[in-house]
């Protein structure tokens, strides 16, 4: 078979779901038995991690980091000898750990749950064993995943803090300004709705412009206006601090997680 997945978690879920529209030859395992419903959603196969390392070409590990080696061990010699591409998702831990225990190609990668719908953000890196043709078959196999970019290996931890967690932050600033509109009096419906678009038309605009955030901002903000008023108030309450206070926690915490 050509992909599987070994743990089928909220990131490999939402790989598979983007995924299954370039092929549905696809294959989960995890421990809890809760991906079976997964592959049965997707009707896809859902088997053990053993027949995985048997025949898949493209074997994707999305277990915790702490559980490598115990997840690795009884099918390192079927790796070593197969050397199918091992998709790594462990977050915080580098090529080089997992070359302790596989010799075989190795793609590492820290997608965000937006996969799901296609709007994913999967920075990767490779090991010197993945040959081009072998990674340009699974960039065009992860196309509707979202945007798939190649970046150096030492800054895969701070993608992660910002685009692997970035969605839980996001998701916060949605309920947050929809709070404030109900606050206001506004339907709650509606105010989810509002800042929903807000940050979708908002992130489109400075995408498809590429103008800096802070010109954007200025060209929203009037003399005198409400616009400055509501961003007075957020620099008294040191809104940027935080956010980079933020980034910089996670990115500190992916340190710690091997």
């Avoid at 990668?109 to 064993?129: L, S």
């Avoid at 498809?208 to 802070?214: F, I």
């Amino acid at each position: 078979m050509k992909y599987g997945f070994i743990g089928a978690g909220n990131m490999g879920s939402a790989i598979a779901k983007s995924l299954i529209r370039s092929t549905d030859d696809i294959v989960l395992s995890d421990r809890s038995g809760k991906a079976k419903v997964l592959a049965e959603e997707l009707n896809i196969k859902y088997d053990t991690n053993e027949f995985i390392a048997n025949n898949c070409e493209y074997i994707f590990l999305g277990v915790k980091p702490y559980m490598l080696k115990d997840v690795v061990k009884p099918l390192k010699d079927i790796l070593n000898k197969r050397k199918p591409v091992v998709v790594s998702m462990l977050a915080g831990v580098n090529i080089k750990d997992i070359e302790e225990h596989l010799d075989t190609p190795i793609i590492r990668i820290m997608p965000n749950t937006p996969t799901a719908i296609g709007k994913g953000v999967i920075p990767y890196c490779i090991n010197d064993q993945v040959t081009e043709e072998k990674l340009n078959i699974w960039l065009q196999d992860m196309k509707y995943c979202g945007l798939l970019d190649s970046l150096e290996e030492k800054l895969i931890d701070a993608a992660s803090a910002l685009s692997g967690s970035g969605p839980a932050y996001v998701y916060e600033l949605i309920e947050a300004m929809a709070d404030g509109a109900v606050l206001c009096g506004m339907p709650r419906a509606k105010a989810y709705k509002y800042a929903s678009y807000t940050l979708l038309g908002s992130a489109s605009m400075q995408l498809e412009t590429n103008l800096h955030p802070g010109v954007l901002k200025d060209q929203v903000t009037s003399p005198g206006g409400s616009t400055i008023e509501g961003l007075r108030v957020l620099e008294e309450n040191g809104f940027r601090g935080t956010i980079i206070n933020c980034i910089k926690a996670a990115y500190d915490k992916n340190k710690k997680l091997k």
